[in-house]
């Protein structure tokens, strides 16, 4: 059963900057794809960035330039640096994860494609 668990959100001005670390558990296989997804109140969940297990990498136009999705294969650990913070950032930010399969080229797949989740850290962003 494969387990995700997020730390690194709080608070923080806008400008700022945060790194979400989502630690992996449970699978050891490839292919496999992880993503980043978030939810602010009221609004429907969206992805935010997707890293295949070749390494590729793919990000909502929301956030390219400012977020960077990365992994520490030996640590199992999914991050998400995220610079020049807005706002419109603050959310409930979820990894999430598909196994045997590659995140799709160019897009990022919709959540019901996911098969794992985490609990969620929360991001907010004062202006």
């Known amino acids: 059963q494969v387990q995700l668990v997020e730390s690194g959100g709080g608070s923080v001005q806008a400008g700022g900057a945060l790194r979400l670390s989502c630690a992996v558990s449970?699978?050891?296989?490839?292919?496999?794809?992880m993503a980043w997804f978030r939810q602010a109140p009221g609004k429907e969940r969206e992805g935010v960035a997707t890293l295949s297990s070749h390494g590729s990498t793919n990000y909502a136009d929301s956030v390219k330039g400012r977020f960077t999705i990365s992994q520490d294969n030996a640590k199992k650990t999914l991050y998400l640096q995220m610079n020049s913070l807005k706002p419109e950032d603050t959310a409930m930010y979820y990894c999430?994860?598909?196994?045997?399969?590659?995140?799709?080229?160019?897009?990022?797949?919709?959540?019901?494609?996911?098969?794992?989740w985490g609990q969620g850290t929360q991001v907010t962003v004062s202006s």
């Open positions: 999430a994860a598909q196994v045997w399969t590659y995140c799709s080229a160019g897009s990022i797949d919709a959540d019901n494609k996911y098969n794992y």
């Open positions: 449970g699978y050891r296989g490839r292919p496999y794809c």
